[in-house]
């Protein structure tokens, strides 16, 4: 398309190919126009999404994992207006503070598993990770232990996209031509039992073959150099992985052993998702450090915080000994507008028991998915954990052999389910489609989906068949 620098007379969609820089987009293709009419959403109301061009979509991935309490909570805009008039921003640094921030602080810390002390807060995902990060850094120059900064992630992993969450993640496309992943960072395997090499290992064996792999790389660097691992409780985009029997136990053996902090990613598992109100809870992981976003507003307005335990805190006092001020944050640190949010998007958590309905109903759904999916011939596996769910497709049910890539088998079956009016994910790695709804759905709900997508699946499989 022409550029037009008047732009006179445009659609909107056409003003959006021209202006709207999107993130992972093919940029000239979507430009061109390539790549159909872009979906522009106009409002949402529980779990569907009103479209501009009138059509309806039942949206199973709560926008990005992130919409828990549903889409159209009046009450939560009414508590944004309300803080907004009263108090707009007021910034935290140097000791300043807003009392919704403050309370907010103290709300969370109860929910968090024992042994927390205090939150960061930031606006995203991302740098939560980021403060992580230096505050990691900082502790052990604190503790006169400079050489010990190297960071332990795992492949597949997704904890952000900022040059240094973007290189604790473990996926290549977020890597290359980006010149990441920047150091000090390394990555071990992700503890992906569908794809174990020995198939006669049981869960247990492969934890402890994951927890092994761990140890080895920690002596081979030297335990001296290596300040955390960091970890999803379950991975949620590089593959919606439940961690084996005994996988958190065992790691964390592992941590103590060589004096190596935990960072648990809480982003996604937060607020309920795993059907607990944290995913530390139900794994048993005493973190030193935890990062919470999307479910902590239910994305009403960004908000992320980095909970640091009691262990952390004590070596960030001996830091104020020793340096003085703690110089990091940003302008929007602790905004009490979206502190405002999170406490009116907790009151609705709470009161509905949204985490025990993602328990319950998250249950009922494994179950249907697999007595409606197990038989068909492309879905390898069916796997999840409160409302996290997957199903990977496959070339070859009993070799588990994947579909060439360029066939793009998940994105095919995503692209199927959108002209069945559903909106589902294909992950960014290998043919795997994923749900992750509101926390707030119903079996009814469900059924619908679980409805639309089956007929999303026959489509795409009867496209792949050679007599096709
Ligand atoms: C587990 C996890 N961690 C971190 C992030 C990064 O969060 P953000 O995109 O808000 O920076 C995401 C985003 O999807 C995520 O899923």
Request: with cysteine; hydrophobic share 45%.
């Amino acid at each position: 398309m022409e550029r037009d620098a008047t732009r006179p007379n445009l659609s909107l969609e056409e003003l959006d190919r021209q202006v709207f820089f999107h993130p992972n987009t093919d940029l000239r293709a979507f430009a061109a126009g390539e790549l159909g009419d872009p979906a522009i959403v106009e409002g949402a109301e529980g779990i569907e999404l009103r479209l501009r061009d009138g059509r309806r979509m039942v949206d199973a991935g709560a926008g990005l994992l992130c919409v828990n309490a549903g889409y159209g909570r009046a009450e939560i805009a009414d508590a944004i207006a309300a803080q907004a008039r009263k108090l707009a921003f007021y910034h935290a640094h140097s000791g300043h503070a807003s009392e919704v921030a403050i309370r907010l602080t103290d709300r969370v810390l109860k929910l968090a598993p024992p042994g927390m002390r205090s939150v960061f807060w930031g606006l995203q995902g991302s740098d939560a990770h980021e403060t992580m990060i230096k505050i990691a850094w900082y502790a052990n120059n604190a503790l006169g232990r400079p050489r010990k900064k190297k960071i332990i992630a795992r492949h597949r992993a997704y904890h952000g996209l900022t040059i240094m969450a973007g290189s604790l993640s473990g996926l290549p496309q977020f890597h290359r031509h980006f010149d990441l992943p920047r150091g000090p960072v390394l990555h071990v395997g992700a503890p992906y039992f569908y794809r174990r090499e020995d198939q006669a290992m049981d869960e247990e064996g492969y934890a402890e073959a994951c927890a092994e792999e761990l140890d080895r790389t920690i002596r081979a660097e030297g335990h001296d150099t290596v300040a955390a691992f960091i970890a999803e409780p379950m991975m949620s985009s590089g593959g919606m992985l439940p961690p084996p029997a005994g996988y958190w136990r065992r790691i964390q053996e592992v941590l103590r052993r060589h004096d190596v902090m935990l960072m648990v990613d809480e982003v996604v598992t937060g607020f309920g998702r795993l059907g607990t109100w944290f995913g530390s809870s139900l794994h048993g992981i005493d973190a030193d450090m935890i990062s919470i976003s999307k479910g902590l507003t239910s994305g009403y307005l960004p908000l992320a915080g980095t909970i640091v335990s009691e262990r952390v805190w004590a070596m960030l006092e001996e830091g104020s000994r020793r340096f003085g001020p703690f110089h990091h944050g940003f302008t929007y640190v602790a905004h009490p507008v979206c502190a405002a949010a999170a406490m009116a998007n907790i009151d609705i958590l709470e009161r509905e028991d949204l985490p025990g309905n993602a328990a319950r109903t998250g249950a009922w759904f494994l179950e249907r998915l697999r007595a409606r999916f197990g038989g068909i011939d492309i879905v390898g596996d069916i796997r999840g954990q409160g409302l996290l769910a997957a199903i990977e497709l496959v070339a070859d049910r009993a070799t588990r052999a994947r579909f060439p890539e360029e066939l793009r088998v998940g994105q095919r079956v995503s692209r199927a389910a959108r002209e069945e009016g559903l909106v589902i994910r294909a992950l960014p790695e290998g043919d795997i489609v994923a749900f992750s709804p509101a926390l707030a759905v119903t079996p009814a709900q469900l059924d619908d989906i679980l409805d639309r997508l089956l007929r999303a699946v026959e489509r795409v499989r009867a496209g792949l068949s050679p007599a096709a």
